[in-house]
Protein backbone atom coordinates (compact mmCIF):
# COMPACT_ATOMS: atom_id res chain seq x y z
CA UNK A 1 0.00 0.00 0.00
CA UNK A 2 1.36 3.51 -0.99
CA UNK A 3 1.39 5.78 1.98
CA UNK A 4 3.26 8.96 2.48
CA UNK A 5 3.33 9.65 6.48
CA UNK A 6 4.04 13.06 7.74
CA UNK A 7 5.87 13.70 11.25
CA UNK A 8 7.34 16.73 12.91
CA UNK A 9 4.67 18.98 13.52
CA UNK A 10 4.31 21.28 16.17
CA UNK A 11 3.84 24.58 18.20
CA UNK A 12 6.72 26.93 18.13
CA UNK A 13 7.18 30.54 18.80
CA UNK A 14 7.95 33.37 16.32
CA UNK A 15 11.46 32.92 14.86
CA UNK A 16 11.87 29.30 15.59
CA UNK A 17 12.40 26.19 13.80
CA UNK A 18 10.84 23.12 13.30
CA UNK A 19 12.13 19.61 10.65
CA UNK A 20 9.11 17.83 8.84
CA UNK A 21 9.78 14.16 7.70
CA UNK A 22 7.80 12.44 5.35
CA UNK A 23 8.20 9.00 5.12
CA UNK A 24 6.87 6.71 2.36
CA UNK A 25 6.03 3.00 2.39
CA UNK A 26 5.21 0.81 -0.42
CA UNK A 27 6.86 2.59 -3.19
CA UNK A 28 10.37 3.76 -3.36
CA UNK A 29 10.90 7.88 -3.54
CA UNK A 30 13.76 7.73 -5.64
CA UNK A 31 12.15 7.94 -9.13
CA UNK A 32 9.53 10.67 -8.00
CA UNK A 33 9.22 14.15 -7.34
CA UNK A 34 8.41 14.97 -3.57
CA UNK A 35 6.42 18.24 -2.48
CA UNK A 36 5.14 19.91 0.71
CA UNK A 37 2.07 21.42 0.66
CA UNK A 38 -0.04 23.16 3.07
CA UNK A 39 -3.38 24.70 3.75
CA UNK A 40 -4.16 27.24 6.68
CA UNK A 41 -8.14 27.68 7.67
CA UNK A 42 -10.14 29.30 4.84
CA UNK A 43 -6.84 28.80 1.92
CA UNK A 44 -6.46 26.86 -0.41
CA UNK A 45 -3.95 23.83 -0.27
CA UNK A 46 -0.65 25.37 -1.57
CA UNK A 47 2.72 24.46 -3.05
CA UNK A 48 5.92 25.06 -0.32
CA UNK A 49 8.72 22.98 -1.41
CA UNK A 50 8.98 20.78 -4.37
CA UNK A 51 12.29 18.24 -5.16
CA UNK A 52 12.77 16.51 -8.20
CA UNK A 53 14.55 13.59 -9.19
CA UNK A 54 17.34 12.38 -9.64
CA UNK A 55 18.86 15.65 -10.17
CA UNK A 56 17.99 17.48 -6.80
CA UNK A 57 16.98 20.62 -8.49
CA UNK A 58 14.31 22.32 -6.27
CA UNK A 59 11.24 24.70 -6.17
CA UNK A 60 10.65 26.58 -3.14
CA UNK A 61 7.43 29.64 -2.71
CA UNK A 62 8.38 33.10 -2.41
CA UNK A 63 7.39 33.80 1.15
CA UNK A 64 9.40 30.73 1.85
CA UNK A 65 12.62 31.10 0.40
CA UNK A 66 15.76 32.03 2.03
CA UNK A 67 13.77 30.26 5.64
CA UNK A 68 12.92 26.50 4.64
CA UNK A 69 14.63 23.71 2.95
CA UNK A 70 13.52 20.42 1.24
CA UNK A 71 15.79 17.49 1.42
CA UNK A 72 15.54 14.20 0.28
CA UNK A 73 17.29 10.74 1.55
CA UNK A 74 16.46 8.05 -0.63
CA UNK A 75 18.22 5.65 1.30
CA UNK A 76 15.67 6.23 4.18
CA UNK A 77 12.61 6.66 1.94
CA UNK A 78 12.54 9.99 3.68
CA UNK A 79 11.93 13.25 2.78
CA UNK A 80 12.77 16.47 5.54
CA UNK A 81 11.48 20.19 5.37
CA UNK A 82 13.86 22.09 7.49
CA UNK A 83 11.84 25.61 8.69
CA UNK A 84 13.79 28.07 9.78
CA UNK A 85 12.44 31.79 11.08
CA UNK A 86 9.11 30.26 11.23
CA UNK A 87 6.43 33.30 11.43
CA UNK A 88 2.47 33.07 12.45
CA UNK A 89 1.43 33.09 8.91
CA UNK A 90 3.64 29.49 8.30
CA UNK A 91 0.58 28.29 10.13
CA UNK A 92 -1.40 25.61 8.67
CA UNK A 93 -1.42 21.70 8.57
CA UNK A 94 1.43 20.27 6.08
CA UNK A 95 1.36 17.71 3.47
CA UNK A 96 3.84 15.73 1.40
CA UNK A 97 3.34 13.85 -2.05
CA UNK A 98 5.05 12.48 -4.63
CA UNK A 99 4.32 12.60 -8.42
CA UNK A 100 5.74 11.66 -11.77
CA UNK A 101 6.33 12.25 -15.35
CA UNK A 102 7.05 15.79 -14.81
CA UNK A 103 9.10 18.09 -16.56
CA UNK A 104 9.36 20.71 -14.16
CA UNK A 105 9.39 20.55 -10.03
CA UNK A 106 7.78 23.64 -9.80
CA UNK A 107 4.78 23.01 -11.99
CA UNK A 108 4.32 19.90 -9.58
CA UNK A 109 4.50 22.43 -6.75
CA UNK A 110 2.15 25.67 -8.40
CA UNK A 111 -0.38 23.42 -9.74
CA UNK A 112 -0.81 21.04 -7.05
CA UNK A 113 0.00 18.04 -9.59
CA UNK A 114 0.73 15.02 -7.66
CA UNK A 115 0.16 11.12 -8.11
CA UNK A 116 -0.62 10.14 -4.48
CA UNK A 117 -3.52 10.98 -2.07
CA UNK A 118 -3.01 13.62 0.66
CA UNK A 119 -2.53 11.89 4.12
CA UNK A 120 -3.56 13.15 6.95
CA UNK A 121 -0.75 15.85 7.14
CA UNK A 122 0.85 17.21 10.20
CA UNK A 123 -0.32 20.65 12.15
CA UNK A 124 1.93 23.40 11.97
CA UNK A 125 1.56 26.20 14.77
CA UNK A 126 3.10 29.52 15.11
CA UNK A 127 2.04 31.29 17.92
CA UNK A 128 3.78 33.20 20.99
Known amino acids: QVQLVESGGGLVQPGGSLRLSCAAS????????IGWFRQAPGKEREGVSCISSPDGSTYYEDSVKGRFTISRENGKNTIYLEMNNLKPEDTAVYYCAAAFGLSSVRAMCINRIVNTSWGQGIQVTVSS
Open 26 to 33: GFTLDYYH
